[in-house]
C-alpha cells in the first residue's frame, strides 16, 4: 500500500510541475502592479475557469490527500517488533574476547 501511494504521489508531483511549467505567465508580478490589480482578476470567472488552473487545483487537492494518506499508513506501520529487536541486539551483552595465546 506504501509503495502504490508513493507512486501516485511522485507521478502526481510530476504532473504537477509541468502544468505549472505549462501556465502563460499573468504579467510581470507583485513588482509591476499593485496588490488590488493582481488579485483583481484572479477571482473572476474567465480566471478560475481556465483548465489549466482547475488541472493544477485539482493536482493539488491530489497531491495533499496522498500525503495524509501516506502519513496515516506509516504511523499505522507496525515498528514495534523491528524495534524491540533493535533494542535487544543494542542492550545485549557483548561477547567475551577470546584470548589467543601467542607462540
Sequence with gaps: MFSIL????????VMMIGVILLQKSE??????????????GALT????GNFMTKLTAWLAAAFFLLCALLAVVVSRTDTSR??????QELVAPAPAPVHV???
Aim: proline share 3%.
Design 6 to 13: 508513493l507512486t501516485l504521489l511522485i507521478i502526481v508531483a
Design 27 to 40: 504579467g510581470s508580478g507583485m513588482s509591476g502592479s499593485s496588490a488590488a490589480n493582481m488579485f483583481g
Design 45 to 48: 470567472g474567465a480566471g478560475a
Design 82 to 87: 523491528k524495534d524491540s529487536e533493535l533494542r
Design 101 to 103: 595465546p601467542e607462540n
